[in-house]
T-cell receptor, first 112, second 115 residues
Framework: GAVVSQHPSWVICKSGTSVKIECRSL??????MFWYRQFPKQSLMLMAT?????????EQGVEKDKFLINHASLTLSTLTVTSAHPEDSSFYIC????????FGPGTRLTVL | GNSVTQMEGPVTLSEEAFLTINCTYT??????LFWYVQYPGEGLQLLLK?????DKGSNKGFEATYRKETTSFHLEKGSVQVSDSAVYFC??????????????FGQGTTLQVKP
């Protein structure tokens, strides 16, 4: 089946620093990737839709200057959390679209 | 707006027990409905889906029927195994396939199956 990886799987950073999370489709090309955020015991919330070669489309309430998304190739999308604060601590999940969405294993971000 | 509500977990069952995880939805139009499963340390995987009323999705012994009259898509399995222990997410989309449409998820239900 189609495989999507995320790196890193977990990261701890200091408040005010920026963190980059990578999402890769390992065995297929994906023109569209999605970024989700999941709080403990809550559902996945779509943050943005990332299309290769164009600007990402952000969901209402998601700050595009805070969560920078780059989809420079058909197999890689990155999410950069800029000037991270403790409230940004969460589980971030990406998916890549083929005939369906294939999900990565997620990245746990902890901001101290 | 569209939303999905799942029964709260965790659900703990003995091996070979019958499983039901309730899912109800609120949506405009005629959404497609999905069940995803997340095994420990892995990404969400599509378990089954149904795209119109009265459709039954099935896979790996799991079934769910799209009930428009009760706006439900309950997940069932007749005999669970320890390997079924995972988190199960119900989701909906206004697209037939999940690759293009926005997915709206329930909060997930943890299933623990004991030998």
């Amino acid at each position: 089946g189609a495989v999507v990886s995320q790196h890193p799987s977990w990261v701890i950073c200091k408040s005010g620093t920026s963190v980059k999370i990578e999402c890769r489709s390992l065995d297929f090309q994906a023109t569209t990737m999605f970024w989700y955020r999941q709080f403990p015991k809550q559902s996945l919330m779509l943050m943005a839709t990332s299309n290769e070669g164009s600007k990402a489309t952000y969901e209402q309430g998601v700050e595009k200057d805070k969560f920078l998304i780059n989809h420079a190739s058909l197999t890689l999308s990155t999410l950069t959390v800029t000037s991270a604060h403790p409230e940004d601590s969460s589980f971030y999940i990406c998916s890549a679209a083929l005939n369906e969405q294939f999900f990565g294993p997620g990245t746990r971000l902890t901001v101290l | 707006g569209n939303s999905v509500t799942q029964m709260e977990g965790p659900v703990t069952l003995s091996e070979e027990a019958f499983l039901t995880i309730n899912c109800t939805y609120t949506a405009t139009g005629y959404p497609s409905l999905f069940w995803y499963v997340q095994y420990p340390g892995e990404g969400l995987q599509l378990l089954l889906k149904a795209t119109k009323a009265d459709d039954k999705g099935s896979n790996k012994g799991f079934e769910a029927t799209y009930r428009k009259e009760t706006t439900s898509f309950h997940l069932e399995k007749g005999s669970v195994q320890v390997s079924d222990s995972a988190v199960y997410f119900c989701a909906l989309s206004n697209s037939i396939s999940s690759n293009t449409g926005k997915l709206i998820f329930g909060q997930g239900t943890t299933l623990q199956v004991k030998p």
